[in-house]
């Protein structure tokens, strides 16, 4: 079993992503251009509105970079050595976790139809050079903010505003990580609610949507702060528990489970209560996230099989 080294300047930029701490890092643009004094002037002007830049003059380190530094925004000449612009683009485009970053370019050519022939290879604008400090700063925060909006947006399920399914994933996968570094435990919980097809069958999918959505709430309003929350899959939700033994997990799962059958939930003149099963799982040193994931989701079809409407560890 092999462990790959642990980039952790981009698993906690993923995790203050994922989380959405409230204190606002700064954007993040990455400027590619062989123009290393133009380049560090562009640097210094996004500096001075609070943006962090990194600048690469090689095209063929920007992959490299981008996984370190996690840009909001490439910003990309057309003309380098090795390299076109719109190439480094193409490539850029080919990995999917760069598919919501854009990808601007920066450059003299001031001909539509090169212009237009850049975009039509890959990339999303184009800026001329050369540029106001001014236009080169608005164009960047506009960029970048609307770019983290859209991320946080991709992450989120919309019914429940939990993390999807990847980001949740990739959420067990940080705190793996910062555990093996620590030391300290960390647990995962799948909860899956307990014959959710006759509900949906009984009193309709909206009802449904809305038993989804009471747990999803009851979930992010009783887990600590450091705890991760996401919807899984249809009525079936992941708890990631950092910092937390075995018994600690089993417990603040076992309360929420008695919260949640007590809930009364409604539909038109009738009411009625939903339960769920789940299953809890501890790391050892030895568990990837896969392995993680299986062990709890093994424990809740234990809680299936053992009668529903509980919680095994
Ligand atoms: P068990 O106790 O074994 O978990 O039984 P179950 O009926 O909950 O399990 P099953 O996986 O057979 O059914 C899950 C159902 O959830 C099937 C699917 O139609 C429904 N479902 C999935 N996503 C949604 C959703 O977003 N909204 C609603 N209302 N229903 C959904
Ligand atoms: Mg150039
Ligand atoms: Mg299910
Ligand atoms: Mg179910």
């Not at 139809?113 to 080169?136: M, N, T, V, Y």
Request: glycine share 4%; charged share 25%.
């Amino acid at each position: 079993y092999f462990t790959p080294p642990l980039d952790m300047p981009a698993l906690e930029q993923r995790i203050r992503h994922l989380t959405h701490l409230p204190e606002q890092e700064a954007y993040r643009v990455l400027i590619v251009d062989d123009d290393a004094q133009l380049a560090e002037h562009y640097r210094l002007v996004l500096l001075a509105s609070g943006i962090d830049s990194q600048v690469v003059a090689d095209p063929s380190q920007v992959l490299e970079v981008m996984h370190t530094f996690q840009p909001d925004v490439v910003l990309i000449d057309i003309n380098m050595p090795g390299c076109s612009g719109p190439e480094l683009a193409r490539v850029i485009r080919l990995d999917e976790d760069w598919l919501r970053v854009p990808l601007i370019y920066l450059s003299v050519e001031t001909d539509a139809h090169r212009q237009a022939l850049a975009l039509a290879q890959a990339g999303d604008d184009f800026l001329c050079k050369p540029i106001s400090d001014e236009a080169l700063s608005s164009a960047m925060l506009a960029r970048a903010k609307r770019s983290r909006q859209l991320s946080a947006a991709l992450d989120r399920d919309s019914l429940t505003g939990l993390m999807k399914h990847s980001a949740i994933k990739e959420m067990v996968e940080v705190e793996i990580a910062r555990a093996r570094r620590s030391g300290a435990a960390v647990c995962v919980a799948m909860l899956d609610i307990d014959h959710f097809k006759s509900i949906n069958d009984t009193y309709g999918h909206a009802v449904g949507d809305q038993v989804i959505r009471r747990l999803a709430n009851l979930l992010k309003q009783r887990l600590r702060r450091v705890d991760h929350v996401g919807r899984y899959g249809g009525e079936e939700f992941v708890a990631v528990l950092p910092s937390c033994t075995l018994e600690d997990a089993y417990r603040v799962i076992e309360r929420m489970r008695q919260h949640f059958q007590e809930l009364e939930c409604v539909a038109g003149p009738k009411t009625f209560h939903a339960t769920f099963s789940a299953g809890v799982a501890s790391m050892n040193t030895r568990d990837t996230t896969e392995m993680l994931l299986d062990a709890a989701d093994l424990a809740m079809y234990r809680a299936k099989r053992g009668g529903r409407n509980r919680v095994v560890k």
